[in-house]
T-cell receptor
Framework: DSGVTQTPKHLITATGQRVTLRCSPR?????VYWYQQSLDQGLQFLIQ???????AKGNILERFSAQQFPDLHSELNLSSLELGDSALYFC?????????????FGDGTRLSIL | GESVGLHLPTLSVQEGDNSIINCAYS??????FIWYKQESGKGPQFIID?????DKRQGQRVTVLLNKTVKHLSLQIAATQPGDSAVYFC???????????FGGGTRLMVKP
């Protein structure tokens, strides 16, 4: 058990809808990261937050947004969903936002768009 | 569980043998590397990491080797067990923030 908690485990919705994925980092970790894992793209970095502030952005679509709250949990919001958004979404956390620190992953949310 | 990539390279080994999983990374500026293990239905699990000022690091039953000259990383698993069956990913941190860039993964299958 990595200590990173993600909910829900599974989410099924329709095109055009909006969903929110939730992540609680490991106790003591200040930085959270979101990754998308799809069959054709592998694991791709989306966005990083450190202590409530956005720290780095990857290939995240404009339809996606995230935030980190004062209690350090994070939410990833996906809107105007398309079939291609079906994927596994993982949250990871690390102690700080500094480079060269291990990231520990949750077990993900499987998003299926019908 | 879901399949993590339908066309992953696969390494098949006999239980008790040693396994070597290889990874080529692309960015010569990367200075930190991690190996992850992903089992079906689970997230990537941290195995071992190595910084670029080292060329070898050992853990429990695992060893990571780093060759910066050819940008190559390997994970050696000693006395492979059925519980080692999973997909293994290497990840690099290119020092432009703490984001990780993942390789495509290798599926390890352990035959009893």
């Amino acid at each position: 058990d990595s200590g990173v908690t993600q909910t829900p485990k599974h989410l099924i919705t329709a095109t055009g809808q909006r969903v929110t994925l939730r992540c609680s980092p490991r106790s003591g970790d200040l930085s959270v990261y979101w990754y998308q894992q799809s069959l054709d793209q592998g694991l791709q970095f989306l966005i990083q937050y450190y202590n409530g502030e956005e720290r780095a952005k990857g290939n995240i679509l404009e339809r996606f947004s995230a935030q980190q709250f004062p209690d350090l949990h994070s939410e990833l919001n996906l809107s105007s969903l398309e079939l291609g958004d079906s994927a596994l979404y993982f949250c990871a956390s690390s102690l700080s936002g500094l480079n060269n620190q291990p990231q520990h992953f949750g077990d993900g949310t499987r998003l299926s768009i019908l | 569980g879901e399949s993590v990539g339908l066309h992953l390279p696969t390494l098949s080994v006999q239980e008790g043998d040693n396994s070597i999983i290889n990874c080529a990374y692309s960015n010569s500026a990367s200075d930190y590397f991690i190996w992850y293990k992903q089992e079906s239905g689970k997230g990537p699990q941290f195995i071992i990491d190595i910084r670029s000022n080292m060329d070898k690091r050992q853990g429990q039953r695992v060893t990571v080797l780093l060759n910066k000259t050819v940008k190559h990383l390997s994970l050696q698993i000693a006395a492979t067990q059925p519980g080692d069956s999973a997909v293994y990913f290497c990840a690099e941190n290119n020092n432009a923030g703490n984001m990780l860039t993942f390789g495509g993964g290798t599926r390890l299958m352990v035959k009893p």
